[in-house]
């Protein structure tokens, strides 16, 4: 494929060319030179390089302080979530908090008189080894003497040293005095100081163990206290100050969580295995391994380490010892590769690579100690990156997320001419949706920013490197995903590129995207439209014919290229391609000025919108939802509830106020599918309709007139961005009746998988929501389910979150 860039006086739009300085020796922005002497830039990174510097010194002076709060703090993480549940159940606090220190004392303790008693037996069996020991260690150096590969070098070197040696004490011999005794009497010391200096080690880490247990305690204590005092330093924004602390709280909850759990799955089957194995003390090494494992990357080689030396010491032969390593290498592949993924997940939401230079990091400041709290003290960091926007780069660093969307991705490969890798990227997007999914997502978006990068910071070297790589990726795409047409069908559809050949890469991907859903279409380039080119497209056969712009002011152009399709081609339907059209250019009266019939502006939408102007009779098709299996069963049990009559509609009616106060929505209704009808049972405002026994108004549609009825089909929640955008839903009796850009519905579902109707909601401005509107979206609707069934809505909030901060609106999501 031949690209053809455009000329910049046919883009008025884009960026202006700017001057070159290799011709003109003007100086570009980005080298230019500040007026004043000043270097803004300079200087923030001067005042960001300082900052870093006093950190990480205030981080590694102050070791001994900050060690015992940061240990006091993640323990105190790690318990919080027993205390708040011991609150929740009516203990007061500090009975709350005794309870859970005074359980984890006892566990602790017992644990240890259990590792003791292990370890007293070993001590009391270790002398009986000797035998084995010293014979194994005979055998060893039986099999090692003998010549070698290099006992002649090592012999020759030897020699050597040996006259050397002898040589120099000749002549120190010769010249030197002879040498005078000298004898240390060491100092001595009070009973007092001797007794300190033995003390030392063994109080030291009783104090720092005493401080930890200090700072635990009234942590678990006065844990609204010091989250106030948190959020009043972290200061801005209430609401992103709030939402990082629950994040990191339920973060790091979850890590301890899970590595308990995978250190607990490792330390039990060690301990069995080594019983099975014959090894003593097979508890004591079980739980070394448990707690070594806290010890990121060394922890499991040093609990290895003990089992397989007493393996060698035990057996006379090699058998324990083969058993023991075979056992520990299966635990760890098992561990590493099926329950450490299968529970962490994405839990830190921390990179591999980050995780490495936290460790690393760390124990450079603070030793050990450092190691055991890099993943923890790490994922703060990232939560803050993510929270405050001038430390965003803790997140891109730190983060496990991709730091490039999908389409700067490939945009990128295809700048630096590696298509190969560029479609390795666009091969591992499609396993998660499918090639149509691609093009509409990321396909367009890469042409868009090649459009309007041409001007600003692309060379022509980059244009070559873009448009060669891009053919490769287009054409590996059709080759790998052969469209699914019928061999010889006659094309009804053909996509013209408007005016360059970048929008000619569009109409390859539509085409593409075409035949993928059993409709055949060909491709026609860009080109200047007189009278040759009009020739040459031989539309006679063609029902419909595709426009393709990537131009933000297309209206000219196209206006006269739909005028020269519809003189030649009377019986032409025309369908305007807009990628970068803004929504007064896509205003039904402008589209019709042009001459074109219809305007879409992704790829799904050109399918779709396509498919229905072939096929008329699906879109009536496509309006209807399919009647569930069990429509009998859930029309009874919504008859049983009563709710069609108006009951509880006062407390439906809240609920679709907060509803419509939560999302910030115009409408906010609450809708209930009979066997032939749909009933408003619930509404954030007044709207007339027929009035029932106690005296609330009651709306009523057809039940094939309702697009709820897609949810209690499908069972899942719908969102619709743009409906003028969504040709299944554009025409849609509802959508006309309310006058709705965006729509978003969550099934009613009752606790036995019965889907009453849905929880809508429904503005006049396209929308869109995030995974955890949505997710919240669910837990409404899943309090309108307990109103109209009489069920229990409100559930204990997940572990980690305090009583204070639990949701008042549900705990049930959605799956």
């Not at 031949?2 to 001057?19: F, N, S």
């Not at 370890?119 to 150096?141: F, G, N």
């Not at 163990?209 to 989250?227: E, H, P, Q, S």
Request: glycine share 8%; hydrophobic share 45%.
């Amino acid at each position: 494929m031949c690209w053809i860039w455009p000329e910049a006086t046919e883009e008025p739009d884009l960026m202006q060319r700017k001057p070159d300085s290799r011709f003109d020796g003007s100086v570009g922005n980005d080298t230019s030179i500040p007026k004043g002497g000043e270097y803004p830039d300079i200087v923030r990174l001067a005042a960001w390089l300082t900052v870093a510097a006093l950190v990480i010194a205030g981080l590694y002076l102050g070791r001994e302080v900050l060690i015992p709060l940061a240990i006091a703090f993640l323990i105190s993480f790690a318990l919080g979530p027993l205390v708040v549940r011991l609150v929740r159940i009516g203990l007061p606090r500090v009975l709350a908090v005794i309870a859970v220190m005074a359980t984890l004392g006892l566990f602790v303790g017992g644990l240890g008189l259990l590792v003791g008693s292990q370890v007293q037996s070993l001590s009391a069996q270790l002398p009986t080894y000797q035998t084995t020991i010293r014979s194994k260690i005979s055998d060893l150096s039986e099999q090692m003497k003998g010549p070698g590969l290099f006992d002649g070098a090592m012999e020759t070197v030897d020699t050597v040293k040996k006259e050397v040696t002898e040589a120099v004490d000749e002549e120190e011999t010769d010249t030197a005095p002879p040498p005078e005794r000298v004898r240390i009497v060491p100092p001595q010391t009070a009973p007092f100081e001797a007794a300190l200096e033995w003390l030392g080690p063994v109080l030291a880490p009783l104090a720092t163990a005493g401080i930890v247990l200090v700072f635990v305690f009234l942590a678990l204590l006065d844990r609204g206290d010091l989250r106030d005092r948190m959020l009043q330093l972290l200061g801005g924004n209430l609401y992103r100050s709030t939402d990082a602390l629950e994040e990191a709280s339920a973060r790091i909850s979850k890590y301890l969580l899970m590595q308990l759990l995978v250190n607990v799955s490792y330390g039990i089957p060690m301990a069995l295995g080594l019983w099975v194995i014959g090894v003593p003390g097979w508890i004591l090494w079980g739980t070394l391994a448990a707690l070594m494992r806290f010890i990121p990357y060394v922890g499991p080689i040093l609990a290895a380490i003990f089992p397989i030396s007493l393996a060698f010491a035990v057996d006379p032969g090699w058998e324990m010892v083969i058993w023991a390593i075979a056992l520990i290498v299966f635990l760890e592949l098992v561990s590493n590769n099926i329950v450490e993924p299968l529970l962490y997940g994405t839990s830190t939401g921390l990179s591999a690579m980050s995780l490495i230079a936290a460790a690393t990091f760390w124990t450079a400041l603070w030793g050990p100690v450092g190691l055991i709290l890099s993943t923890p003290l790490t994922v703060c960091l990232l939560v803050i990156g993510r929270n405050i926007p001038y430390l965003g780069f803790l997140e891109t660093l730190l983060g496990s997320a991709p730091a490039l969307d999908v389409p700067t991705r490939v945009y990128q490969r295809l700048i630096a001419d590696d298509p190969d890798e560029a479609l390795d990227i666009v091969n591992d997007t499609i396993g998660d949706g499918g090639v149509a999914e691609f093009y509409n997502a990321h396909g367009i978006d890469i042409l868009r920013r090649a459009s309007e990068d041409y001007y600003g910071n692309a060379r022509a070297e980059h244009r070559l490197r873009i448009a060669n790589s891009m053919d490769l990726v287009l054409d590996d795409l059709r080759e790998e995903y052969p469209a699914a047409i019928t061999p010889g069908a006659v094309p009804r559809v053909a996509c013209i590129g408007g005016k360059w050949e970048i929008d000619s890469a569009a109409c390859e991907m539509l085409v593409h995207a075409l035949g993928l859903s059993e409709i055949a279409a060909v491709k026609h380039p860009a080109g200047t439209v007189t009278a040759r080119y009009l020739d040459e497209l031989a539309l006679e056969d063609i029902e419909i014919v595709c426009l393709s712009y990537f131009s933000r002011d297309a209206e000219a152009s196209s206006r006269t290229f739909c005028r020269r399709l519809r003189h030649r081609w009377p019986q032409l339907r025309i369908v305007l391609a807009l990628w970068n059209a803004s929504d007064a250019q896509l205003a039904d009266d402008r589209i019709a000025a042009v001459g074109a019939d219809e305007a879409v502006t992704s790829v799904n939408e050109a399918v779709e919108r396509i498919r229905f102007l072939l096929r008329p009779e699906e879109t009536i098709e496509a309006q209807m939802a399919e009647t569930p299996e069990n429509d009998a069963a859930r029309v009874r049990t919504l008859e049983a509830t009563g709710v069609l009559d108006g009951h509880n509609r006062a407390k439906l009616d809240t609920l679709a106020v907060r509803a419509a106060n939560v999302f910030r929505v115009e409408m906010a209704m609450i809708s209930a599918i009979d066997a032939d009808r749909e009933v408003i049972i619930g509404q954030n405002t007044e709207l007339p309709g027929e009035l029932t026994g106690d005296g609330t108004n009651r709306i009523t549609m057809p039940r094939s007139e309702a697009i709820c009825d897609h949810v209690v089909a499908s069972g899942e929640t719908l969102m619709i961005e743009d409906t003028e955008r969504e040709p299944r839903f554009a025409d849609h009796p509802a959508v006309r009746l309310w006058g709705a850009r965006f729509y978003a519905g969550a099934p009613l579902t009752t606790a036995d998988g019965e889907v009453l109707g849905a929880l809508c909601l429904l503005d006049s401005s396209p929308r869109k929501f995030a995974k955890e509107e949505l997710e919240l979206l669910g837990s409404i609707a899943a309090d309108v389910v307990s109103v109209i069934t009489g069920e229990k809505a409100m559930e204990p909030a997940p572990a980690g979150q305090d009583e204070e901060t639990s949701s008042t609106i549900g705990q049930r999501v959605p799956e």
